[in-house]
């Protein structure tokens, strides 16, 4: 009798032990979902970014020329308020480059998977900023410095982020 209670106090251990849960990776080779859409906003915001400045460059330079030519008097009327038309639509164009970079740039402080990125892509917001500060005073040849600024810390930020092709 006793063998049959040792034996079923052993078949009790038995039934009792669940097994371990599978262990979970902690290094997968696919980063997550968020990492992988957002290195996609990051690599679309770095395209259109140096697309604009490439035009934004020569653009720039010919409104202060024109600038400095309406302040001596040689150009006609028409030029002067093409050239102002020409500032407001630069300056709307900047204000919405900013506004994108403002979204990205939430998103990394917002999304948990994406904050370790946050480091190297803070501040591109307030960079754009100042590129809107500056073409708004006038200056828009030097609104372009910051936004290649914004240029660098996007690059930054793609070449920490993992790049997995599906």
């Given amino acids: 009798m006793a063998t049959l209670f040792a034996g079923a106090a052993a078949a009790q251990k038995r039934t009792t032990r669940r097994p371990a849960p599978a262990p979970t990776p902690t290094n997968s080779r696919i980063p997550p979902l968020a990492v992988r859409a957002e290195r996609v906003k990051v690599s679309n915001q770095l395209y259109n970014l140096k697309a604009f400045v490439e035009r934004l460059g020569p653009i720039a330079q010919n409104i202060e020329a024109i600038d400095n030519d309406a302040r001596t008097k040689k150009i006609k009327k028409e030029s002067i308020d093409q050239n102002e038309a020409a500032k407001q639509k630069v300056i709307a164009a900047i204000r919405g480059l900013r506004e994108g970079l403002m979204n990205l740039e939430t998103e990394f ?14 501040g591109i917001s307030d960079l754009a900023g100042q590129s809107v500060d500056s073409a708004t005073a006038g200056k828009f040849v030097a609104s372009v410095t910051p936004l290649r600024s914004v240029q660098q810390k996007l690059n930054d930020t793609l070449a920490l982020m993992p790049n997995v092709e599906l």
């Fill in 109 to 122: 402080r917002t999304k948990p998977d994406l904050k370790k990125y946050l480091p190297s892509i803070q």
